[in-house]
Structure formats: structure tokens, C-alpha cells
């Protein structure tokens, strides 16, 4: 008998985990996959991200890999062009994009060596119900044998498909249908910061990551996949000329590509009821939204934080189990909320003309521009950012 299973061992799972087994309660944490791991992901973490695995005492085994840091970005829809960077937080200068199967498995193995009993190869079948609660779970082991371990608490860290989600039977409460779809591949030969650039429907990006390559991705909306797809670098390639040139052509110039392309088609962007007796949702299994604000790790690893608080206040008897997890939920919506909000008109990739205005008013404001790159690097609340004071602010510094 375990206090907690978590099922998932990715940016929400191996955290919720650690923190549990660090606070001293049993964990079992499961995946399906084996690790180190790929996952489809363009995996750029901003600052906040990387405040936490510092936090946590992880960072250190990020920074000895080569992953390359990213200290300047560049952003443009349409005409209008925003450079710069966050302030520094803490000493804290710069951002990185590290492969999945380099972060996870520092993830993982920082779970583990809190003493969280990891299995791997493990995948989750059902839960095991008990006069109306969820008691815990069965699944196929590594050796394929169908197995039950039980739990006082059920955390699903599953990701989009959670399959804790959907036997748990969890609402969805707020969906947005998706706008876009993305490629992505890597390339070596490029030297590029950060870039991320709106055209007209459609939009590409690129950052360094380990091994010098450079992560380079083109989005565009759902209605343009299969004529993208027909000819996939190809397409890609027309959507760097569109709307960045510059881009287009050291791609052609100096790219080698070093992988193939990986895509996908979005899935919808909401909030689903995370809690339940026995169970919770942490990650992209209880709230997801489209990747253009680069926010899903950032925000799974808050995720954890504010799950493992609260389980630990009621596995250790501080206040009732239901209270705690109610009060995760309400925190993690209220922390989240305007993000979620704004990701959905930005994947739009045709931006609301408020949003034009005030990105508008940045480049001639130093003050604005480093609180906008603030807001991306995940230390200024998009709350301040957007608050009535600050946007009136902004626009009359504009407007004089
Ligand atoms: C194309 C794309 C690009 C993205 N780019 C970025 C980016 O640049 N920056 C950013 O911050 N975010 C990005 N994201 C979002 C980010 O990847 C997610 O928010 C993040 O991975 C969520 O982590 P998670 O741990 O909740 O879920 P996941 O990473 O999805 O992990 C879920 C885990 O659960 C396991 N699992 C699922 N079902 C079972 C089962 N039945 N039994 C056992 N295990 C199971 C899976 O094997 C998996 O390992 C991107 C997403 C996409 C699709």
C-alpha cells in the first residue's frame, strides 16, 4: 500500500513525485514509456522553469549537458519586431531548450533519488474502486504480468489522453478547439537565438538546443494541414520566407537537417476537473493549452508544486484530503487563467487588435518591452502585465 501512485514520469509526474517521497510519504511513480524518452515537444523552458529545477536541485545536471542557453529573443507579428530579454532573475540570465529525453530523465532520476519506487515499461489499464473512491490501479508490467497496487491517493500525470482522467470519468469546464498544427525537425549549421515569428496564418520559430543544433518549427492553421503535409520541408521552408526571409535563407544557405520532421495536429485547449475521491490530475492531463506561449512545462512543474503542498498538508492530517486538492485546483485555475486566455487568441495566429496595440507600444518603451520579456520568461504575472493600470500606462508613454 502506497500514499501516492502517480502515473506519468514526465514535467508534472517525477516532480509531484519527488516532492511527495521528499516530504517522507511512499510513492510509486509508473510509466509506460521507458527512459531517457523522446516525447513530441519543441521543450523551450523559460525562466521560471528553470528557477524551479534549481529550486529543486536539479539544475546543475541540466547545465553540465551542452545545451546551448538563449540570452536574446526576437519576435514579430506581421511588421512589428520586439527584441530583447527578461531581467534577470536571481542571478538568472538566460533560458534553454533541452531535449526531452535529457530533461526527463534528469526528472525521473531526481524522483528516484528522493526515494520514489519507479517502474517503467508499466502501463496503467484501470483503477481499482472501492466503496466510491479510487483505491488505486492495475496495469501491465515491464515482465507483461497484469498487476494491482493500491493507494490512499491516484495522481494522473498522463499527460493529454490521461487514462486517470478518463476512468475517473473528469470534466472538461472550459475547451477551446484548437487552431493549429506544427512540424518541426533539427538542424545543424544555424546560429540562431530565439525566434519566434506571426505572418499571416501561420507562423515559425527556431532556438538552439544541445549538440548545436537549432530546434526549427512551422505552425499554420488546422485548414492548411494536408496541402502542408503533401510536401512537408517544403512547406515549411515557404512559411520562413513568408515571414521571415532573413530566416528562410540561412536555412537554405547553412541548415543540414539532423533529424526527421515530427507533427502534429493540436488538440483541444481546456480545463478538466482535477480532483476527485482518491484521485487527482497534475500536467497537461488536467489542463492543456496550445504550445505557442511555450508555457506546458513551465506550468507543470507549478502544477506539481502546488499538488504536492496540499497532498502532503492532508497526508499528514492537516486538513481534510477533498479541501486540500479543491484549493490545488482553484490555485493552478487562477494562476493560469489569463495565459490560457491569451495562448488561445495568439494560436490564432491572427492576433485581436488590443493585443496588436499593446504589443505595439513596446519597442519604443524600455520599461514595457523588458516587463513583456518578463511575462514570457514566466516571472512577471500575466495579471500585472495585463492590468489596467499597466496597459493604460504603457499606451499613454506610447501615445506621448
Ligand atoms: C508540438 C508540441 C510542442 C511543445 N512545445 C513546448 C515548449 O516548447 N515548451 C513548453 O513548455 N511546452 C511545450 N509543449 C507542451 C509540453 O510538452 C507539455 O505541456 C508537457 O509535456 C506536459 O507534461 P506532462 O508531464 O503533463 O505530460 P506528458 O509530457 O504528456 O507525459 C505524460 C506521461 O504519461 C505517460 N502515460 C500516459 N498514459 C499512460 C498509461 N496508461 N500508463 C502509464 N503511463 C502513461 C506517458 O508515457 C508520458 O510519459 C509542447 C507540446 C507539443 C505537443
Redesign the pocket.
Known sequence: MYDVIV???????SPVAMLLARRGHRVLL????SFP?D???????QQS?LLRLREWGLLDQLLATDCAPIRHMTLSYRDLIISGFAEPVDGLDFSM?PRRTVLDEILVRGAVAAGVEFRES????ELVWEDGRVAGLR?RDANDRFVEERATLVIG???????VANLAGAEFYKVVPPACF?Y?SYFSGLEWDFHSRFGVGEQCAGWPTHDGLTVVAAMRRLDAFDEFRADIDGSLRTVFRNVAPELAEDLDAHGVQADRYYG?R?PDNYYRASYGPGWAL????GN?KD?VT???????FHGAELLAERVDQALSGQRPMEEALAEYQRLRDESTQTVFDLTTAVAELDFPPELVMVLSALPGNDRARRMFFGLLAGVVPAAEFFSPENIGAMLSTAAA
Open positions: 502515473v506519468g514520469a514526465r514535467c508534472a509526474g509508473v510509466d509506460r514509456a524518452s516525447t513530441i515537444s519543441t521543450h523551450y523552458l522553469a531548450a508499466f502501463s496503467v489499464r496495469g500525470a498522463d499527460g493529454r489522453n490521461s487514462i506544427i518541426y502534429i493540436y497534475v500536467g497537461d492531463a492543456h504550445p511555450g508555457q506546458g512545462i513551465a506550468d507543470a
